[in-house]
């Protein structure tokens, strides 16, 4: 069995202007792995994320996702839109505010990418379309439109329309943070039902209770690097870095999670 990890990100950096959002970034991510990216605001997760699936081109480091690796900085050429365009069909992103098609049932948005991207045939995309549905419990919607649906619908319909494409790896860009509070758990089911599965996931959330149950490692980022990263339970359990601490205590005493041993205030 091939034991190479699935995503590996050696020296990565980016900034925008003078802006340094990401500094040196060193990760792997396993074969059915799932990792939870945690931090403040603006501490760089949701650029990581991007930089993964080159949703924002990198300015130095290493990107590869399976078999397809790319390098960033001086003398480096940049991959071609055809060549980006066939690398993100294999890396499912799922953002923060859905992005459906809003002149698209949700059946339709589904099939959308499988037709226009890969060719398939129009009943053979339907067919599995309405199984993703299914499998996020929607089936009932097929024929709504997202103007329709709640947040917590749309962002199931985001799911299944980014599985569509049968990536190997799965992005979650913060995807319950715009929805209602009591949307928030049929989102998180479908994304636990998916781990459950084998799939390789990177997420970027504050759901610190949901992290510590279904993530297998979380890496804790502030200010554009990686200040601690561990299993899951044993970085939001005890935390090692005051930072960590500090951060996670906020959520502690709200009740989200476990007591944090020596957690700052």
Request: neutral net charge; aromatic residues 4%; contains cysteine.
């Amino acid at each position: 069995m091939d034991t190479q990890s699935k995503i590996e990100i050696v020296g990565l950096r980016k900034q925008f202007g003078d802006l340094v959002v990401l500094k040196d970034i060193n990760l792997s991510v396993d074969q059915g792995q799932v990792v939870a990216l945690i931090g403040p605001s603006g501490s760089g997760k949701s650029t990581l994320l991007r930089c993964i699936n080159l949703l924002v081109t990198p300015n130095g480091g290493q990107v590869r996702v399976g078999a397809d690796s790319f390098a960033f900085g001086s003398g480096t050429k940049l991959p071609g839109t055809r060549e980006l365009a066939r690398f993100r069909a294999g890396t499912g992103m799922v953002f923060q505010h859905f992005n459906l098609f809003p002149h698209m049932t949700a059946l339709g948005n589904v099939m959308e990418a499988p037709v226009t991207v890969r060719g398939t045939p129009k009943a053979q995309a339907r067919e599995k379309a309405m199984a993703l549905l299914a499998k996020v419990g929607l089936t009932d919607k097929a024929d709504e439109y997202p103007s329709r649906l709640s947040g917590g619908q749309k962002q199931r319909v985001a799911i299944a329309r980014a599985l569509a494409m049968e990536p190997d790896v799965m992005l979650f860009d913060e995807a319950t943070s715009a929805l209602d509070p009591e949307l928030v758990g049929e989102v998180l089911a479908v994304m636990q039902k998916l781990a459950s599965e084998g799939m390789t996931m990177v997420i970027v959330t504050h759901e610190i209770a949901f992290a510590r149950e279904v993530a297998d490692r979380v890496i804790f980022m502030r200010d554009g690097v990686v200040v601690e990263e561990g299993p899951a339970r044993q970085v939001i359990d005890a935390p090692r870095e005051a930072a960590t601490q500090a951060f996670l205590g906020h959520f502690h005493r709200g009740g989200a999670a476990q007591p944090v041993a020596g957690a700052v205030s």
